[in-house]
């Protein structure tokens, strides 16, 4: 297994193209997608771009699962585009960024990623070198959070941890541990671990007491450790469904693929040597249910709806008892702000926030996106999003009220201003990794033939999170389709498995407890 190196900086061929095989599959071959979120359209382009007759079946009125946009519509009567909450385009997300580059998704630097804190003053880390070691070494030459005094007391065997990440042994190392009992394991100040490793730690959706500390320390090595990208991000130049999802649906439609939205699958059956997948707007009426008949299914459904169709279909036993295991992250709160001023000129794009109760970032979307920017423009107004992860308001409300007070703290500005509009919402879809999860959640292939699984919960061959894995088993998850009929697989690449100190003894430094 390659090792993450300094001077590595070109990603990595993970699986090759094999141009001897063709390109092409069969005459006839078809496919059912599941799911038309990041992991099932990604799936969906890369089997319609070689010849298979591909059916997506979504539930949703609109593409993109979590990463999905729908219309609004202002009090002044102008309509907006809103999306499921903001995400970060990590510039090694090479499979992601390789389906997007099919339609030219337009995607602008966000410059800075600030962590921001009322205890301690803000920490950029958007100006680092890129690759490791060396943004390591930055971090510590500049970071006031990681001088003698915050880190005097630190674990070298599990601060060296973090450098050498190797799947299997860091699962057997730290599945059983949680992410907060790895980070109070480290011995660092509350600075530290609030301003540099809480932070992150919150983003994957988790409460730290419910992320397994492998997967904790699998992320660092991928988005921080052992990726030559570096940790800047882009996000598009426009809204979700103008700069992704409309030309993915035109460009897949093109390719003869066929999009039916508002569908909601309800069951899977064998017939013959394929699947039948039985589906309709409304499951409880036979009157209106339809099926589609194909040799391949991919299920791209978040783990609930994964869940829910194999208890419905026993056609998977070791499939479903995965699914079943599978647990859902805590609520996550997302709220669009539509304010009647500005904030300081100053503030970053986006904003990692720390150390409060609730609010977990912040995003100035008219400073983002070309149409919050034309409507702030037009009205001298902001429009702010704020996330909460691992939620623990009762209501979206609720989680509104308490960012609001959070943010006022933190950006005095915003406590006087007057909310024109806002969109707030509440739900629990995203996946959890909790302690002892390891090698227990369902790969792409599964003990059906012809039914793959694809997904950001699903264990993947090669490293990846958030948005690059749902990209990344999609593709795994056509490829196997395209095996399965002798046409060559679609190239993925991305970053080394194992980190810089992989196979060295590091764990013979760890305090003993």
């Known amino acids: 297994m390659p090792r993450t190196l300094p001077w590595r900086r070109a990603p990595l061929v993970l699986v090759p193209g094999r141009p001897h095989l063709p390109r092409r599959v069969p005459e006839g071959t078809r496919a059912v997608v599941v799911g038309g979120g990041i992991a099932g359209i990604s799936a969906a382009v890369v089997l319609a771009e070689r010849g298979a007759r591909v059916t997506v079946l979504e539930a949703a009125e609109f593409l993109g699962g979590r990463l999905g946009a729908w219309s609004h519509t202002l009090p002044d009567g102008s309509a907006q585009v809103v999306e499921h909450g903001f995400h970060a385009f990590f510039r090694h997300y090479d499979t992601w960024r390789a389906i997007l580059a099919r339609v030219g998704t337009p995607l602008r630097p966000v410059v800075g990623y600030p962590v921001i804190s009322r205890r301690w003053p803000a920490e950029d880390l958007g100006s680092l070198p890129a690759a490791p070691p060396l943004n390591l070494l930055a971090l510590f030459a500049r970071s006031p959070s ?23 042994d860091t699962a057997a190392r730290f599945d059983d541990l949680s992410a907060a009992e790895f980070l109070r394991g480290l011995g660092v100040s509350d600075r530290a671990r609030e301003m540099l490793f809480e932070a992150f730690a919150r983003s994957f959706f988790c409460d730290q007491s419910g992320l397994s500390a492998a997967e904790l320390v699998a992320m660092f090595h991928y988005y921080f450790l052992g990726n030559p990208a570096g940790i800047g991000f882009d996000a598009p130049a426009e809204d979700h469904r103008t700069a992704i999802w409309d030309p993915l649906a035109g460009y897949l439609r ?28 409304e499951p409880e009426s036979e009157s209106e249910s339809e099926t589609v008949d194909a040799e391949h299914v991919v299920l791209a459904l978040d783990p609930g709806g994964l869940r829910t169709l194999l208890a419905r279909s026993p056609v998977a036993p070791d499939l479903a008892r995965r699914a079943a295991a599978l647990q859902l992250a805590p ?19 986006f904003s990692a926030v720390s150390g409060e109760p609730t609010l977990d970032s912040v995003t100035i979307y008219s400073r983002l996106e070309g149409e919050s920017a034309r409507w702030a423009a037009r009205t001298g107004g902001e429009i702010l999003e704020l996330h909460s992860y691992a939620c623990t308001a009762p209501t979206a409300g609720e989680a509104t009220r308490r960012m609001r007070a959070e943010l006022a703290a933190l950006w ?8 024109v509009d806002l969109v707030e919402r509440s739900e629990a879809t995203a996946p959890a990794f909790p302690p002892g999860s390891a090698g227990t959640r369902p790969g792409v292939r599964t003990d059906a033939p012809g039914i793959r699984v694809a997904g950001d ?56 407890r």
Not at 260 to 278: A, K, T, Y
Not at 486 to 508: D, K, M, S, T
């Open 254 to 281: 093109e390719r003869g693929a066929d999009l039916r939205l508002g569908v909601r699958v309800d069951g899977l059956e064998r017939v013959g040597s394929g699947w039948r997948v039985r589906s309709g707007s």
């Open 457 to 512: 919960y699903v264990e993947c061959p090669h490293p990846s999170g958030l948005m690059e894995r749902a990209a990344m088993t999609g593709v795994l998850a056509a490829n196997d389709v395209l095996g399965a009929v002798g046409a060559a697989p679609e190239e993925i690449r991305g970053i080394a498995e194992r980190g810089l100190l992989a196979g060295l003894p590091v764990h013979r430094l760890q305090r003993r």
């Open 412 to 419: 005095p500005e915003t406590a006087q201003a007057q909310v």
């Open 331 to 349: 609520p996550f709160a997302v709220t669009r702000l539509w304010l009647d001023r500005p904030v300081r000129p100053d503030r970053a794009v």
């Open 146 to 168: 990681l001088r003698l005094r915050e880190i005097a007391g630190a674990d070298a065997g599990l601060g060296l941890a973090l450098l050498a990440h190797s799947p299997a």
